[in-house]
């Protein structure tokens, strides 16, 4: 809508205010902070409370946290616009102001970090891209694994499945911290690295738990290839039916040696007879695979295999590989292995070209590709 100058957006979801070309501010139904777009530069608001600016890098994009008082003097900023905007605004925008926007301060805002943490002890580590705005349940923490040589996600914490009783509790303070806007979410997420590990058994007072504060939500989840394939077969159609689209299995490579040099346990056998299972189950499928990881020596045989163990899979319309170039990461075994085993590392340009590379022999499988990279995600 326009009013004179000032465009705005008084969206089911969200209140969208652009008083110039320059400028634009999005606010969730809480009326908190979610965007800032100012003279070229984007920031971010987290669930934390914590303001970032985007940033390039390469061929991607990565988020910057800004120091406190930084953070606080946009945050102003950005409510200031509002509160400029709010005598002589049209109706529908008006109630917002009033209702939603303006009783909000940056010290408000600030103390929102404290219910972050109350919900989620270990903050969520990673989502899949088209899940960034999912709401994640941990059913789990952790990872019941954790030792892939170049995975640092779960690293920080143990692996734990939580009790209906702690879960139910987790569910209700994330609903809190969301309050309205949850119904405006993308799904539920329901975490950390592979809370679908759990057996049927387990998983289904949990699952119940989710319907019953996030009703109507699409389900989704990590799963780890080798206790998807251990479990009962007869779980994966029963997730469906209990509301779940979409599973993501960390597939990282289709070539076994590397894997093995990974520690990461299966084979791509192994993976392309449990993605039929999936499959048969009703489920979709995300195969998460990296670019660059094995560097130099690796890089034909990680491509080709990757490609080939793909191409047996009964991958549809509703399924993606997610390419996500690879990043060294500090604090694990992989910088000790690649020195061990002389993996001469692809520089950024090389890891890029690969990325392309196993796109472009991807979508000619007739599969759909996503870009997965690790820096770009915030919850
Ligand atoms: S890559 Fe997946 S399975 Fe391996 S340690 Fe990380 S979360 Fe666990």
Redesign the pocket.
Known sequence: MQDSTLLYSVRPDATVLSPDRETVVTFDREGRLVHYYRGGSTYRRDLASRLYVRERDGDGATWRPLPPQEARRLVGEAYGIARELYPGSPDPLRRRLEEEILRWTPEALEAEAARFHAAYTWPPSILPPDLYLAIVLQATTG??????A??A??RDRPFQARSPGEFADHAAKVRELLGRQWRYRHGVFVGD??ALALSLERLEPLIGIVHRFFPGQPLYG?V?LWSGQRGDAGKWPSLARYGFKRVYV?M?TGLDELLQVLD?PGSSRELVAFVHTLKEAGLSVGLIIMAGVGGKPYAERHVEATVEALAEMPLGPGDVVYVSPFIEQPGTPYPALRQRLGLTPLNATEIEEQVRLLAGQIRHLGVRVSRYDLRAFLY
Do not use: H, I, T, V
């Open positions: 990872c019941s694994w954790n030792r892939c170049f995975c996600l779960y690295g592979n990590f780890d960390g990282e990461k």
